[in-house]
């Protein structure tokens, strides 16, 4: 918890037990998330400057032992 209480006091925000349905990206090249779709309707704009980190589905979907 001391990397996330540092964080917030950075204004990181938090959007926790939330489903992503939804990402626009910036026309041009590279990639660069402009919103987010929530599955409850919300919608979370990001600002040049914000960074956006996120993993698609489970990290170990399709690993193998």
């Not at 204004?11 to 026309?27: C, E, M, P």
């Not at 090249?29 to 987010?36: K, P, R, W």
């Not at 996120?54 to 032992?65: E, G, K, R, V, Y």
Request: net charge negative.
């Amino acid at each position: 918890q001391p990397l996330q209480y540092w964080l917030k006091e950075q204004r990181v925000n938090f959007h926790l037990n939330a489903t992503v349905t939804d990402i626009d990206f910036k026309d041009g090249d590279g990639i660069t998330v402009t919103a987010l779709h929530l599955e409850n309707g919300t919608q979370i704009s990001l600002r040049d400057g914000d960074t956006c980190i996120m993993t698609n589905a489970c990290m170990t979907d399709s690993a193998t032992l």
